[in-house]
């Protein structure tokens, strides 16, 4: 493998390139920590603006890992501060490298039903976010139709059934997904 050679540098984030002229956008803190969680029959989602694709985006709670935090508490703590939600019991889903063709950021995901109380958000500065429960089948459906397509979401998803937290009934009720055939 070829050295990456530093273009930019600022505030943990390294833009490098390789001997092609291929660009990367390289982490100091390349952890981040998502929770899936469902509150009833719906999922606490968010929906944020990302300039990077400038839209509106329907997304899971999370953020970064700080500094000797647990993955864990980090995943309790920005989905808390994202849509004032405290949960309990949490499952791990597993881990996502959700672009890993330009970046080395890694994402870790996990899974609850176990909400607990609400309160209001506790959003950093810059941040506007909406918090949204979308049904179940409904996450699917848009899922399918590829009107929900971030990856964190899409894969936490995947993981969630395939563990068996989604159960097939869901996936497959309401004409939303075919069903297995024999």
Request: hydrophobic letters at 35%; charged letters at 30%; proline letters at 3%.
């Amino acid at each position: 493998m070829s050295e990456l050679i530093p273009l930019y540098r600022k505030n943990g984030k390294v833009i490098a390139e390789d001997h092609l002229g291929k660009h990367y956008i390289m982490n100091e803190n390349n952890l981040s920590a998502v929770m899936l969680a469902r509150h009833g029959d719906s999922f606490v989602l968010i929906r944020q603006y990302r300039r990077a694709v400038d839209e509106y985006v329907i997304q899971l709670p999370g953020g970064g890992v700080e500094e000797r935090e647990e993955l864990e508490d980090a995943a309790r703590r920005e989905f808390l501060e994202e849509t004032g939600f405290r949960c309990g019991e949490v499952h791990y889903l597993g881990r996502l490298i959700p672009a890993s063709w330009i970046s080395n950021e890694v994402t870790h995901v996990y899974y609850t039903e176990d909400i607990e109380s609400q309160r209001e958000q506790r959003l950093e500065e810059y941040e506007k976010i909406d918090v949204v429960l979308i049904p179940v089948n409904e996450t699917l459906q848009q899922i399918r139709k590829s009107k929900l397509n971030d990856s964190e979401l899409t894969f936490a998803i995947l993981q969630g059934i395939l563990q068996g937290f989604i159960s097939e009934g869901e996936a497959y009720a309401d004409g939303c997904c075919e069903g297995p055939t024999a």
